[in-house]
């Protein structure tokens, strides 16, 4: 069966300093993957997907970027983190050609920048 | 472009029927989808459904889809504690990478 991890679970990290969360999938070959940021204010915001090594897409422009070094691992960073970069971060999976695209997501990362 | 709307909140008594409710703009979604979010936790798939459907149940999920409206609702029948979630209504866009795009979600509460 597949399952997706990111870590860390939590982070809280002064303004300015580097950021990068990860994210993995098991038991699945060639995902579509992607990062969430969810807000306070509840609504998910995609920021980046991918549907193969090396390919990124991103939605909004941002002080984020994203990395797909492996087939089943997804990268967010920062160089510098901004106040406004707090909020809960959500990676899922799709399965490339999945008749249905059901995403798959992870337990999330609770981002905190101070 | 694609939107999706639900209501914000949404309480019910315990043992209760639920039913939050859901509208889209694109009318050629193919699939629409609960999930489930518990606080601190990331979203859980409940059930989708195939636009040339009217309905789905699965045990205690009730879905309907109207696709003329563009309304699909879900309704939760004897609603209990562990439901209070957080609900999200998606559907699948038409993107290369076939995106989902999310409703804003609806906080159930669940009252004893």
Not at chain 2, 50 to 65: G, I
Request: aromatic content about 10%; glycine content about 8%.
């Amino acid at each position: 069966s597949q399952t997706i991890h990111q870590w860390p679970a939590t982070l809280v990290q002064p303004v300015g300093s580097p950021l990068s969360l990860e994210c993995t999938v098991e038991g699945t070959s060639n995902p579509n993957l992607y990062w969430y940021r969810q807000a306070a204010g509840r609504g998910l915001q995609l920021l980046f997907y991918s549907v193969g090594i090396g390919q990124i897409s991103s939605e909004v422009p941002q002080n984020l970027s994203a990395s797909r070094p492996q087939d089943r691992q997804f990268i967010l960073s920062s160089k510098k983190l901004l106040l406004s970069d707090s909020g809960f971060y959500l990676c899922a999976w799709s399965l490339l050609g999945g008749s249905t695209d059901t995403q798959y997501f992870g337990p999330g990362t609770r981002l905190t920048v101070l | 472009g694609e939107d999706v709307e639900q209501s914000l909140f949404l309480s019910v008594r315990e043992g209760d029927s639920s039913v939050i409710n859901c509208t889209y703009t694109d009318s050629s979604s193919t699939y629409l989808y609960w999930y489930k979010q518990e606080p601190g936790a990331g979203l859980q798939l409940l059930t989708y459904i195939f636009s040339n459907m009217d309905m789905k149940q699965d045990q205690r999920l009730t879905v309907l889809l109207n696709k003329k409206d563009k309304h699909l609702s879900l309704r939760i029948a004897d609603t209990q504690t562990g439901d209070s979630a957080i609900y999200f209504c998606a559907e699948r866009g038409s993107g290369s990478a076939r995106q989902l795009t999310f409703g804003s979600g609806t906080q159930l509460t669940v009252l004893p």
